[in-house]
């Protein structure tokens, strides 16, 4: 059975950080490229990072840049997603997707940054 599980949402004022971690099980890890993904309210899903499998190369929404670092460890089966100096515009539910022959999308974690 594949599991794509995230943590690490919270509350957070304006200019802290998080770091999001998403679990994933049931799937060759390695073989799959990673995304992060985030939906606000009344809004549509919108990418946010992707790493490819041997962390060679990595992509950033120009929202983000600068602010988030995405990474991985294939040994853990983990992909991470620093943010910092987050904005109240970045509160969202963020979802991290395992991206191979088949996709598979986690049930999300919650973001608010708020003064």
């Known amino acids: 059975q594949v599991r794509v599980v995230e943590s690490g949402g919270g509350s957070v004022q304006p200019g802290g950080s998080l770091r999001l971690s998403c679990a994933a099980s049931?799937?060759?890890?390695?073989?799959?490229?990673m995304k992060w993904y985030r939906q606000a309210p009344g809004k549509e899903r919108e990418f946010v990072a992707d790493?490819?499998?041997?962390?060679?190369?990595?992509n950033y929404a120009d929202s983000v840049k600068g602010r988030f670092t995405i990474s991985r460890d294939n040994a853990k089966n983990m992909v991470y997603l620093q943010m910092n100096s987050l904005k109240p515009e970045d509160m969202a539910v963020y979802y991290c997707k395992a991206e191979g022959l088949y996709s598979y999308w986690g049930q999300g974690t919650q973001v608010t940054v708020s003064s």
């Open positions: 790493i490819n499998r041997d962390s060679s190369s990595r």
């Open positions: 049931g799937i060759t890890f390695w073989t799959y490229n």
